[in-house]
Antibody, heavy 121, light 108 residues
């Protein structure tokens, strides 16, 4: 069974940092691109970042570019999101999601259960 | 920036057909994907590439797309289908990955 388990969320002050992790199991992690998607309280889904299977390409939403860094450890089947210079508007549940692909088209499936990040003084 | 537009809410009685639309300028050339999110849970893929349904998803869920509008149809909606539904797609360049604002489906 494919499983994605996020960890590392918590309460942090504005300007602070946090590192999220996602432990993958049940599939060949090193063969898939991975993503982070977030959901602010009571709001919709927002794609945050993606990384290719061998870390050759990382992409970011405009809202986090320059502050967040996505990385992965294929030997340990781990996905990370380093979040610096956090703002109140970064408060959200952060989901990791495997990227499925068909030719040029990609989508997210499955998703982890999420980890909550709260940025507040 | 690219946007996908969904109605905020749709309401149907049990057994009726629910239709949720998603509008976007790039949809004539880009696939739409649909996610179901029940309260307090992670999103689950219910339709991919406009019309394909994962094997684990009930047959009452179907998708279609025409021009700039993609539609998720739930035929014979059940109480367990109450959830928020999000469409997902990209702009024509594929660089912007965008979710619609979500539609709250009420079955009562």
């Amino acid at each position: 069974e494919v499983q994605l388990v996020e960890s590392g969320g918590g309460l942090v002050k504005p300007g602070g940092s946090l590192r999220l992790s996602c432990a993958a199991s049940g599939f060949t992690f090193s063969s898939y691109s991975m993503n982070w998607v977030r959901q602010a309280p009571g709001k919709g889904l927002e794609w945050v970042s993606s990384i290719t299977s061998t870390s050759t390409s990382m992409k970011y939403a405009d809202s986090v570019r320059g502050r967040f860094t996505i990385s992965r450890d294929n030997a340990k089947s781990l996905l990370h999101l380093q979040m610096n210079s956090l703002r109140a508007e970064d408060t959200a549940v952060y989901y990791c999601a495997r990227e499925e692909a068909d030719k040029f088209y990609t989508w997210f499936d499955p998703w982890g259960q999420g980890t909550r990040v709260t940025v507040s003084s | 920036s690219y946007e996908l537009t969904q109605p905020p809410s749709v309401s149907v009685s049990p057994g009726q057909t629910a239709r949720i639309t998603c509008s976007g300028d790039a949809l004539p050339k880009k696939y739409a994907y649909w996610y179901q999110q029940k309260s307090g849970q992670a999103p689950v893929l219910v339709i991919y590439e406009d019309i394909k349904r994962p094997s684990r998803i009930p047959e009452r869920f179907s998708g279609s797309s025409s021009g700039t509008v993609a539609t998720l149809t739930i035929s014979g909606a059940q109480a367990e289908d109450e959830a928020d539904y999000y469409c997902y797609s990209t702009d024509n360049s594929g660089n912007q990955r965008v979710f619609g604002g979500g539609t709250k489906l009420t079955v009562l």
